[in-house]
Structures are given as C-alpha cells and as structure tokens.
C-alpha cells in the first residue's frame, strides 16, 4: 500500500506561482503543479503534442474564468480544471491528477 509523499515545499524558490508552475515526481510519474490562490492543479508534466514542460508554461485566465496553462513548445492550452486541451477541434485530453 502506497504512502502519502510531502510533494510541495513552502519554501519560496519551490512554491508555484501565477505565471509558473513547479514540476515534482510522484511515484516516478513527472507532475506539474499550479497554484492559484488556494487551489492547486496538478497534470501530466508533458504536453502530448511533443512533450513540452507544461510546468514552465504560462498560466492564462479563459473568458469564463477557469485558468489554463500553454505548452511553451507549440502554445496548445489546456484547461486547468476539465484537463482538455482549448481552440482544438479534436479533444486531446492530459492525464489529469487532482484539484
């Protein structure tokens, strides 16, 4: 049976901020991790398209006020909350952790 793991530092260098994220490793699998006010978002580190490190990537406010964050690669958005991937035709979605 697995165990809890202390994943996020209080320390400022680690803490994710607005614009970033911060990238940790649970159970081997690579995490990037968001904090908004209270809330932290956690998704798959690589972008599907060509892998890009989602946890440097942007975070951006949508219209209706959910966040999501954009590959630094190619500029693909994913929506932080429903995981899908915005202004695609085709929805490609990211292994989605918690909220």
């Known amino acids: 049976m697995g165990s809890w793991q202390n994943s996020v530092s209080k320390s400022p260098r680690r803490r994710a901020t607005l614009r970033t994220g911060c990238l940790v490793k649970v159970n081997e699998q690579e995490v ?5 006010g209270n809330v932290v978002y956690a998704i798959s580190e690589h972008c599907p398209h060509s892998g890009g490190p989602l946890h440097i990537g942007d975070i951006e406010s949508l219209p209706d006020q959910s966040l999501c964050v954009r590959c630094p690669y190619h500029g693909w958005k994913f ?16 292994p989605w952790f918690f909220q």
């Open 32 to 36: 990037a991790l968001f904090r908004f």
């Open 79 to 94: 929506n932080l909350v429903t995981d899908v991937t915005i202004q695609r035709h085709d929805k490609i979605y990211l």
